[in-house]
């Protein structure tokens, strides 16, 4: 089971909240992770060509950063105009602890050369570091102006907004500061996969930390990578990862909240209340806790524990009317309609009015048979959500519950102008317009119902059986057919086709559907009829006229099945039976395939 949707927003949240943003130390070239920090050298373009300068470089590099600052010092003296010189001894200074001297001599470089961009790179970071946040991203900004594709501008960038909420420009900066990087970098990774997954983007949180995580790793990174796999439905490499996050810091109550929530995705409930009420001890108010534990409860059909948790994580939640409505639904899941319609109306009155506490609210009232309540409040969708499809959609099928098909119409046509492509809704519609007689309508909405799930058998067979009934009979066995063809044991449409099939002469697959038929529902009026006509129709006319007899024992006045039993008679030389039976067939005003015949035949026996 995937993890609860009703507390996303806050449980997303909270999730990622195990997993702070990295924050730039000045000069450490790609921003580092916990398993391989500094991997790049910052750079110093104009070094390498000038041996001194260069030695100077690989003091600094060195560590040596005192011996660093003299020679780069003494260089200078003899070579004043050198941008690269200059933004080596900032860098020097600065890594000695001399900010104000090391920021002056990198505002030197980029005066001498504008179009020193790596010395743009370090005076933000200098700025960064004493918390100068606006000019360092102008400096960094003006780094990636003269050079594009220089990544390390870009993630310092990325932090920035990520920092201040700009998640668009935060994504876009760190998504081009990791072109290049080696495949084995973690870094600025971890931002945006907590990016991503805040977005909902989870297949790209995956495909970004998938497979660079080692036992270093810190765990937040893992409750990351765990989060994004279990929203993807992969809720054993979430729990897996859960499970290493917490193995690394076992006391944590935050990675062991994250463990009770993917033992309950995988399906390992009773391990996930033991977890859970372990978080409890230290956080008795946890609303997150309680809520899980109600979510688990249910799943291990404890029902009074469920609903005594639903309760204590909507005292404590700062959203109490979603767990409300989330209670709403465990009842209404339980049947326990008046229940449910008493949470749905708490959740309504403490400000959720969202598409799925009314409906649900709604819903309650419809099975209490409360109908004018469940109009009311679907009106009332449709008036707090105009836009949404839903409420007119739910008004249409119960005016048509209410037999109300012209306010059904009107209902059904509203929805489809809000998603004119919704299978569902275009069943729907289909349904309305063939119990208002619009046959043809019907098909059409069927048939654009079934452009959106070709292999949706229950729609097809309906689509067969209004066609079948317009009597175009080669539709219907296309139809049936493809229904066949996704769902081989369909009683429906083995037993339709299978009428089809007899009044086209194929007798044999007839009555090889009909007995398939028959093995799914030797119960069925209608398939008893089936098989007993196809029976009949090889000559087998004892076996033929005992199916029909134990049809018409369940239903004796089927018209169908009483016609094919007054033909079984008549070739039996039963005429007076025969005779009986064709009357009692034509009583009623219903349609049946062969009545005709029926009419022709008791006239000719001296019936009326």
Not at 258 to 277: D, K, M, Q, S, Y
Not at 282 to 290: C, E, Q
Not at 340 to 368: H, I, K, V
Not at 539 to 561: F, I, T, W
Request: one cysteine or more; charged letters at 20%; proline letters at 5%.
């Amino acid at each position: 089971m995937h993890c609860a949707r009703l507390l996303k927003a806050s449980l997303l949240t909270g999730l990622l909240a195990l997993t702070p943003p990295l924050h730039a130390s000045i000069f450490q070239g790609d921003l580092p992770d916990s398993i391989q920090p500094g991997l790049e050298a910052p750079a110093f373009p104009g070094t390498s060509a000038d041996p001194e300068l260069s030695d100077a470089l690989e003091l600094l590099n060195q560590g040596q950063v005192r011996r660093a600052v003299d020679s780069t010092r003494n260089y200078l003296q003899r070579n004043p105009s050198s941008a690269p010189a200059w933004e080596v001894l900032g860098a020097a200074l600065v890594m000695d602890g001399e900010l104000d001297e090391g920021l002056q001599a990198l505002r030197r470089s980029v005066a001498l050369n504008p179009g020193q961009y790596t010395a743009w790179t370090k005076i933000g970071d200098v700025l960064m570091a004493i918390g100068n946040t606006a000019e360092a991203q102008q400096q960094f900004e003006r780094a990636i102006e003269i050079a594009p594709d220089h990544r390390l501008p870009h993630q310092r960038l990325g932090l920035i907004h990520e920092a201040a909420g700009r998640t668009d420009q935060a994504i876009h900066h760190l998504e081009r500061g990791l072109e290049g990087v080696p495949d084995s970098y973690l870094g600025v990774r971890v931002n945006l996969a907590r990016l991503y997954n805040g977005r909902g983007r989870f297949q790209e949180s995956i495909r970004l930390l998938e497979g660079r995580l080692a036992e270093s790793t810190p765990p937040d990174v893992h409750v990351l990578l765990g989060t994004a796999y279990l929203e993807t439905g992969s809720a054993q490499k979430g729990l897996s990862e859960m499970r290493r996050a917490s193995s690394k810091a076992p006391d944590n109550i935050d990675y062991m909240l994250a463990l009770g929530i993917a033992l309950r995705a995988a399906g390992e409930p009773a391990e996930a209340v033991t977890r859970l009420e372990q978080v409890l001890q230290p956080s008795p108010d946890s609303p997150v806790a309680h809520y899980q534990l109600a979510e688990a409860h249910a799943q291990l059909g404890n029902r009074d524990q469920a609903i005594a948790h639903f309760q204590q994580a909507q005292k404590h939640s700062e959203s109490p009317g979603s767990i409300a409505s989330r209670l709403g639904q465990y009842h209404a899941a339980l049947r326990e309609f008046p229940e449910s319609a008493a949470a749905f109306e708490q959740a309504r009155d403490l400000g959720d009015t969202t598409p799925r506490t009314l409906d649900g609210l709604a819903s309650a009232y419809r099975n209490m048979g409360r109908l004018d309540a469940a109009e009311q409040t679907l009106k009332a969708l449709t008036e707090t959500h105009p836009d949404n499809p839903l409420g007119y959609y739910r008004l249409a099928t119960l005016y048509g519950a209410m037999t109300r098909y012209e306010d059904a119409q009107r209902l059904i046509g509203q929805a489809l102008e809000r998603a004119p492509e919704q299978a569902e809704i275009l069943q729907t519609a289909g349904r309305i317009e063939y119990r208002l007689g619009n046959r043809q309508t019907a098909i059409e909405y069927s048939q654009r119902a079934l452009e959106q799930l070709p292999d949706w058998a229950e729609e097809r067979f309906f689509l067969g059986a209004v066609q079948q009934e317009a009597g175009d009979y080669p539709a219907a066995i296309s139809s049936y057919r493809r229904v066949l063809a996704n769902a081989p044991e369909h009683v429906g449409a083995l037993n339709n086709l299978a009428i089809l099939l007899t009044q086209a002469g194929e007798i044999e697959e007839a009555l090889s559907l009909a007995q398939q038929a028959y093995a799914q529902s030797p119960e069925s009026v209608h398939v008893l009829d089936t098989l007993g006509w196809a029976t009949f129709l090889t000559g087998d006319h004892d076996k033929a006229r005992q199916l029909l007899q134990q049809a018409l024992a369940q239903e004796p006045r089927n018209s169908s099945a009483l016609y094919h039993l007054a033909r079984v008679q008549l070739e039996q030389g039963k005429a007076q039976e025969a005779r009986q039976n064709l009357q009692l067939a034509l009583q009623s005003d219903r349609r049946f395939d062969g009545r005709e015949e029926a009419q022709k035949l008791l006239d000719e026996l001296g019936g009326n």
